[in-house]
Nanobody, 123 residues
């Protein structure tokens, strides 16, 4: 049973920063691509970022490029999302996600999800 547990969400002013963490257990973490998705009130869940199992390749949504950075520490079974220059439109529940292989395919639906962590950006 794969478990993904997010932490690090909260309330921040526009222009501020937050760092989300996701601790994984239940399978060989280093063998799978990981990602972050988010869902704002009244909107569909959307892709934010993904990282290959080795960490060698990254993908970002256009809306967060240059502001967010995804990374992972395979020794700690943890994936991170550093969010800088936050905007009110970044307000959402952020979900950690695990994929089915060591690489991410565009549009791929994750096989595993965390419970989500709320990020609220005030203007």
């Amino acid at each position: 049973q794969v478990q993904l547990v997010e932490s690090g969400g909260g309330l921040v002013q526009a222009g501020g920063s937050l760092r989300l963490s996701c601790a994984a257990s239940g399978r060989t973490f280093s063998g799978y691509a990981m990602g972050w998705l988010r869902q704002a009130p009244g909107k569909e869940r959307e892709f934010v970022a993904a990282i290959w199992s080795s960490g060698a390749s990254l993908r970002y949504a256009d809306s967060v490029k240059g502001r967010f950075t995804i990374s992972r520490d395979n020794a700690k079974n943890t994936v991170y999302l550093q969010m800088n220059s936050l905007k009110p439109e970044d307000t959402a529940v952020y979900y950690c996600a695990g994929y089915s292989a060591g690489y991410y395919k565009t549009g791929e639906i994750p096989t595993n999800w965390g419970q989500g962590t709320q990020v609220t950006v005030s203007s």
